[in-house]
């Protein structure tokens, strides 16, 4: 076939339209998540406290809880990783018989991670904040919201797993329309429980938990209502919730990867924060706001990584590898242009963004740290886009080794060597004493953070044009 040719042509926009439709739904999921998070992040900045060091220390327990929300919640990928990627594999071949079973299995396994967050809220918060160097009043705080979060956190995974099962069999609305639910609930549930309502004065920084958690249970529910009748080929039978260990073997075949890459980046992530946490509560402030916003274009990525996990398993799955990778590359240009767009918007209008939850005089220290760090971040779009949407790509096809070795890299020998030699003026080595840093502060931990999403944007790129996921078998 030419490349030029009228049937060409149709297949090369399918495949745009494909994705966008995948994506499209997907990107207003994501930005319902975000605006739930901003919401709460709003609600911190704005809080009346009775003193300025109060405000920082909200502020900076709000960051570390935003990473350690982030950190529980990616263990749910032992489950959803394996279900978007064997439910598409499987409709691609027109097993929905398989597909079924499988989103049973890694519902499974999505209640044994819940279970093991229950256990954490029981008796590891307390060492958890001292490893992350969180103490103080903000330590208080952040003890709150996550044993209100760990409780309800079981709902959650079930939720997700759903809702990437759902994904790999095409359906990207469904979790859409029942998110569009969960966010009317859930934003006035954070509100009144962060701020009380009559003589009630609320529960502080635990009440914005307690309101994602309810309304995540709320839609958790909805989607078993939705799939006990059947939705997008897919349907829930409680007699298949009972072990099947060929399926259980596949799912975490391509699930255990994965959960190692995510574990790998938790790890990483939690020293870097530790780092980040000994700067202070502005900084911890600031690290956290800019990462919200920073979110506001990832969206996008994480977006166009569920259709290019969807286009890259259903066209493996049908025997179309080249449809697969060029499913995948169709969503890098949609993803990466539309995060590029949003760092433009992040250079530019740095510090309204920033006031906008830091308006009062004694956050102006916030401000002055976080501006530089969200113009700075503006630059690292294109690699962030690269990690999120080929990751997904690979993880679609069952190649979830390769990525685990580019984050193990990524962070273990560029981020946090880097981070520590950029932030502290002087770093003590405990084979060769003490040798001079640079004392960036923050800004040297984002430029170590940049320096690592190339890189992995980079390995990331060239495992997916060099093809050899295509001969994956799950």
């Known amino acids: 076939m030419q490349t030029g040719s009228p049937q060409a042509i149709n297949q090369s926009a399918s495949m745009w339209l494909h994705a966008l439709a995948l994506a499209g739904p997907a990107v207003g999921l994501q930005g319902l998540n975000l605006l739930v998070s901003l919401t709460g992040r709003w609600l911190a900045g704005n809080a009346e406290t009775a003193t300025a060091a109060d405000q920082l220390a909200l502020q900076g327990a709000q960051t570390t809880c935003f990473y350690l929300a982030w950190m529980i919640g990616s263990f749910g990928i032992l489950a959803s990783a394996g279900a978007t990627a064997l439910v598409s594999r499987l409709v691609g071949a027109s097993d929905w018989g398989g597909a079924n079973r499988a989103m049973h299995q890694a519902l499974l396994v999505a209640a044994g991670v819940g279970l093991a967050g229950w256990l954490l809220g029981g008796f590891g918060i307390d060492s958890l904040l001292a490893l992350l160097n969180l103490d103080g009043t903000a330590a208080g705080y952040a003890r709150q919201f996550l044993r209100a979060m760990l409780l309800l956190l079981p709902f959650q995974l079930l939720a997700t797993t759903l809702n990437a099962s759902?994904?790999?069999?095409?359906?990207?609305?469904?979790?859409?329309?029942?998110?569009?639910?969960?966010?009317?609930?859930?934003?006035?549930?954070?509100?009144?429980?962060?701020?009380?309502?009559?003589?009630?004065?609320?529960?502080?920084?635990?009440?914005?938990?307690?309101?994602?958690?309810?309304?995540?249970?709320?839609?958790?529910?909805?989607?078993?209502?939705?799939?006990?009748?059947?939705?997008?080929?897919?349907?829930?039978?409680?007699?298949?919730?009972?072990?099947?260990?060929?399926?259980?073997?596949?799912?975490?075949?391509?699930?255990?990867?994965?959960?190692?890459?995510?574990?790998?980046?938790?790890?990483?992530?939690?020293?870097?924060?530790?780092?980040?946490?000994?700067?202070?509560?502005?900084?911890?402030?600031?690290?956290?706001?800019?990462?919200?916003?920073?979110?506001?274009?990832?969206?996008?990525?994480?977006?166009?990584?569920?259709?290019?996990?969807?286009?890259?398993?259903?066209?493996?799955?049908?025997?179309?590898?080249?449809?697969?990778?060029?499913?995948?590359?169709?969503?890098?240009?949609?993803?990466?242009?539309?995060?590029?767009?949003?760092?433009?918007?992040?250079?530019?209008?740095?510090?309204?963004?920033?006031?906008?939850?830091?308006?009062?005089?004694?956050?102006?220290?916030?401000?002055?740290?976080?501006?530089?760090?969200?113009?700075?971040?503006?630059?690292?779009?294109?690699?962030?886009?690269?990690?999120?949407?080929?990751?997904?790509?690979?993880?679609?096809?069952?190649?979830?080794?390769?990525?685990?070795?580019?984050?193990?890299?990524?962070?273990?020998?560029?981020?946090?060597?880097?981070?520590?030699?950029?932030?502290?003026?002087?770093?003590?080595?405990?084979?060769?004493?003490?040798?001079?840093?640079?004392?960036?502060?923050?800004?040297?931990?984002?430029?170590a953070m940049q320096a690592d999403l190339w890189l992995r944007g980079t390995l990331f790129l060239c495992r997916f044009s060099r093809g050899g996921w295509q001969q994956t078998v799950v």
């Open 166 to 447: 759902l994904a790999g069999a095409g359906d990207t609305r469904t979790p859409l329309k029942i998110a569009v639910l969960t966010t009317i609930a859930n934003l006035p549930l954070a509100w009144i429980g962060f701020r009380g309502v009559g003589n009630w004065t609320g529960l502080g920084l635990a009440g914005i938990a307690w309101g994602a958690g309810l309304s995540q249970a709320l839609g958790m529910l909805v989607l078993v209502f939705v799939l006990l009748r059947g939705r997008s080929g897919l349907l829930l039978q409680p007699k298949l919730l009972i072990p099947d260990r060929g399926l259980l073997g596949r799912l975490l075949h391509i699930s255990l990867p994965a959960a190692a890459e995510s574990l790998s980046m938790v790890a990483g992530q939690m020293v870097f924060l530790s780092v980040v946490n000994k700067l202070g509560d502005a900084a911890r402030g600031a690290h956290g706001i800019a990462l919200g916003w920073e979110s506001l274009a990832e969206m996008f990525g994480l977006a166009f990584g569920v259709a290019a996990s969807v286009l890259v398993g259903q066209n493996l799955g049908a025997g179309r590898p080249d449809e697969a990778r060029r499913g995948g590359l169709v969503a890098y240009a949609c993803g990466a242009s539309l995060m590029t767009l949003g760092g433009v918007i992040f250079f530019t209008f740095a510090t309204p963004l920033f006031t906008f939850y830091c308006p009062k005089p004694e956050q102006a220290p916030v401000v002055a740290v976080g501006v530089p760090v969200l113009r700075l971040v503006a630059f690292a779009m294109p690699a962030l886009a690269a990690c999120h949407v080929f990751s997904s790509a690979l993880r679609g096809a069952g190649d979830t080794r390769w990525p685990l070795v580019f984050t193990t890299v990524g962070f273990f020998a560029v981020r946090l060597p880097l981070t520590v030699l950029l932030c502290h003026s002087s770093v003590t080595l405990p084979w060769a004493g003490t040798m001079p840093g640079l004392g960036w502060g923050l800004y040297g931990c984002w430029l």
